[in-house]
């Protein structure tokens, strides 16, 4: 779905690159986190994937489409398949709720009947039913940004970019937000965050990508933000050597279904079909238990030692 090959990216008048030969691959309906301090370079990936900024070397693939040799008259093509939120929320201060979301249907000339139709399927994903007619400064930051994930999600794109979309959020607010994102991702979606929330990418354990200074520095499968698990790519190994595999890993798996079988399932392929989504319930309102988190977390800890 995203590949990058040895990409560079040096903006004008600056010496350092901003994204110094990074090569990864993120597959269809795979949800990533990417990492790493201020000016690292996460902001930067997600403007080369939406095409916002060329590569100043390398290749990018965004769904089978190769960047650099896209003409400018079928960027507005991709980036309908690429939806966005930030941490500024970025609605539209004068119009409602539903208004906002129906704003980026009416702009790809959605009909009045779907526009109807999909806009209270949206909302009712991201937990905001009943909220239609209220304006964005009626709202909680954490409401704003659903709104603003219900808008980025309205029309079923393939690739959502999430950059720092939990920055202004406190904790267990941030942690919703991050959980309507698995949500979205179990619906088919590819789901990229950049983010500087160590809580909650550990909660989630997902693929967590490093940036340091613009280099991949780590990318690790079922991550944490501060250790990692299980290495993707060993950059710093013998490439003949085999992937590490961690003692802790079948108690991991255990760890992982015990914590909440029911808010991690197996990936509901739904078509879009919005009726089929999972329904909002305790995952949206309450942290998942920690238990296995920590098992695991410990268990990756002892093993790198
Ligand atoms: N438009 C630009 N022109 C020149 N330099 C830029 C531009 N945008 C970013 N940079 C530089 O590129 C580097 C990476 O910036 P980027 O915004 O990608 O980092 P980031 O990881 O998103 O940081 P943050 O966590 O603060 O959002 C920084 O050194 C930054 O100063
Ligand atoms: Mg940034």
């Not at 990018?60 to 500024?88: S, Y």
């Not at 690790?220 to 590490?244: C, H, Q, W």
């Amino acid at each position: 779905m995203i590949l990058f090959e040895n990409v560079t990216k040096t903006y004008p008048r600056t010496t350092r690159p901003a994204l110094d030969d990074v090569s990864l691959e993120i597959p269809r309906g795979e949800f990533a986190f990417v990492v790493g301090t201020s000016g690292s370079g996460k902001s930067t990936l997600m403007q080369l994937v939406m095409k916002e900024q060329d590569a100043t070397r390398g290749r990018i693939l965004v769904a089978g489409r190769e960047l650099d040799r896209l003409p400018e008259r079928k960027v507005p093509a991709l980036r309908r398949e690429i939806g966005c939120v930030f941490q500024d929320f970025r609605l539209l201060p004068n119009k409602t709720v539903f208004q906002n979301v129906a704003y980026a249907l009416q702009v790809l000339g959605s009909s009045r009947a779907r526009i109807r139709q999909t806009v209270p399927e949206t909302l009712e994903l991201v937990g905001l039913a009943g909220m239609e007619k209220r304006l964005p400064h009626q709202l909680s930051g954490g409401e704003q940004q659903r709104v603003a994930i219900a808008r980025a999600f309205v029309n079923r794109p393939p690739v959502l970019l999430a950059d720092e979309p939990t920055g202004n959020l406190d904790p267990d607010t941030s942690l919703g937000i991050v959980q309507l994102l698995d949500r979205i991702n179990r619906t088919g979606t590819t789901v990229v965050m950049a983010t500087h929330d160590t809580v909650t990418v550990n909660a989630m354990r997902k693929r967590v990508i490093r940036l340091d200074r613009g280099v991949l520095v780590s990318d690790m499968e079922a991550g944490d933000y501060t250790t990692g698990s299980i290495p993707r790519v060993r950059l710093d190994d013998d490439p003949g050597e085999a992937p590490r595999p961690l003692g802790a890993t079948p108690d991991l798996a255990d760890g992982y279904d015990d914590a909440d079988p029911t808010a991690y399932g197996d990936g509901d392929d739904l078509d879009g079909d919005p009726d089929a989504l999972p329904p909002i319930g305790r995952d949206a309102d309450e942290p998942r238990p920690r238990g296995g988190i920590f098992r695991r977390h410990k268990a990756a800890q002892t093993s790198n030692r």
